[in-house]
């Protein structure tokens, strides 16, 4: 699933795309991805975007009127991409506009599985539909970082995951961001001491830009990811392999030298079947 760096990459991509040229034609939307019926989607044709906005893995597309936000999740296989006047598209996108002078945004979903959504609403409706998030994750300072680990006992891979606690990172992150804070992923949050926490919140600002960096340089994973999914490479940090472990449905990378002692963790789905 495409993280806050990638996400924020796209934004800043298609925000003069996007803006350029009032909207001739909303739609058409695949059933399963428009999320809402009123406003029709035809209330945007004619409108011209203000440009292209994020808030945690969400795209944000406001009018130029203030009146609507085009709200785009593209979960774990959607992409979007803006076509320039006579490019050949896709034949059948899950979402398309189309701007007056031709260029098209377009939505597209791999597999059989139809996740990603689009929402048309006001803004009180956008900021009643996303007031659980938490923070940005890149807006969190240390201080901040500690009120929401000390919330409740959580292990730290799913906390980071949380996009209610903080805003942005997933799984892939969320292993970058732990190597590098030289944390272990079934760390309590409520037993980080200080300067664990200082370790932690720097680990998120330093990984978040590095990434951001160079995804808005065209950068793809094997340049972003220095661990995550990278079974048996040696550890960036000390050069000893890097190990894995499943937990919910999620596989966690991680390196034991780094952030375990050298203890290797079990597999929770695992050991909680054999129970
Ligand atoms: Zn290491």
Same mark, same amino acid.
């Given at each position: 699933?495409?993280?806050?760096?990638?996400?924020?990459?796209?934004?800043?991509?298609?925000?003069?795309?996007?803006?350029?040229?009032?909207?001739?034609?909303?739609?058409?939307?695949?059933?399963?991805?428009?999320?809402?019926?009123?406003?029709?989607?035809?209330?945007?044709?004619?409108?011209?975007?203000?440009?292209?906005?994020?808030?945690?893995?969400?795209?944000?597309?406001?009018?130029?009127?203030?009146?609507?936000?085009?709200?785009?999740?593209?979960?774990?296989?959607?992409?979007?991409?803006?076509?320039?006047?006579?490019?050949?598209?896709?034949?059948?996108?899950?979402?398309?506009?189309?701007?007056a002078?031709?260029?098209?945004?377009?939505?597209?979903?791999?597999?059989?599985?139809?996740?990603?959504?689009?929402?048309?609403?006001t803004?009180?409706?956008?900021?009643?539909?996303?007031?659980? &998030?938490g $923070? =940005?994750?890149?807006?969190?300072? %240390?201080?901040?970082?500690? *009120?929401? @680990?000390? #919330?409740e006992?959580?292990?730290?891979?799913?906390?980071?995951?949380?996009?209610?606690?903080?805003?942005?990172?997933?799984?892939?992150?969320?292993?970058?961001?732990?190597?590098?804070?030289?944390?272990?992923?079934?760390?309590?949050?409520?037993e &980080?001491? $200080? =300067?664990?926490?200082?370790?932690? %919140?720097?680990?998120?600002h *330093?990984? @978040?830009? #590095?990434?951001?960096?160079?995804?808005?340089?065209?950068?793809?994973?094997?340049?972003?990811?220095?661990?995550?999914?990278?079974l048996?490479?040696?550890?960036?940090?000390?050069?000893?392999?890097?190990?894995?472990?499943?937990?919910?449905?999620?596989?966690?990378?991680?390196?034991?030298?780094?952030?375990?002692?050298?203890?290797?963790?079990?597999?929770? #789905?695992?050991?909680?079947?054999?129970?």
């Open positions: 699933m495409p993280e806050l760096p990638e996400v924020e990459a796209w934004v800043r991509e298609l925000d003069p795309l996007v803006s350029a040229h009032p909207i001739e034609r909303a739609g058409p939307a695949h059933v399963a991805t428009l999320k809402t019926i009123d406003p029709s989607l035809s209330a945007l044709e004619g409108q011209r975007l203000a440009g292209a906005q994020r808030r945690a893995k969400n795209l944000l597309f406001p009018t130029e009127d203030g009146e609507l936000v085009l709200r785009v999740h593209l979960m774990s296989a959607g992409r979007i991409r803006y076509l320039k006047p006579g490019a050949k598209g896709p034949k059948r996108p899950m979402f398309r506009l189309r701007f002078g031709g260029g098209e945004l377009i939505l597209t979903e791999g597999g059989k599985k139809k996740r990603a959504g689009v929402w048309l609403t803004p009180e409706q956008l900021a009643a539909d996303l007031a659980h &998030l $923070p =940005e994750a890149l807006d969190i300072d %240390a201080a901040l970082l500690a *009120e929401i @680990l000390g #919330r006992r959580r292990q730290l891979h799913p906390l980071l995951r949380d996009q209610r606690a903080l805003a942005g990172i997933g799984r892939a992150h969320a292993n970058e961001i732990l190597l590098r804070a030289r944390l272990s992923p079934f760390k309590t949050s409520t &980080l001491t $200080p =300067e664990e926490t200082e370790r932690l %919140a720097s680990a998120i *330093e990984d @978040l830009e #590095r990434a951001l960096e160079l995804r808005l340089r065209g950068k793809g994973d094997k340049d972003v990811y220095l661990i995550h999914n990278r048996g490479e040696p550890c960036p940090r000390c050069g000893n392999p890097i190990a894995r472990v499943d937990f919910e449905e999620h596989t966690i990378y991680y390196c034991p030298e780094c952030q375990t002692g050298g203890r290797l963790l079990k597999d929770r #789905r695992l050991s909680r079947l054999l129970k």
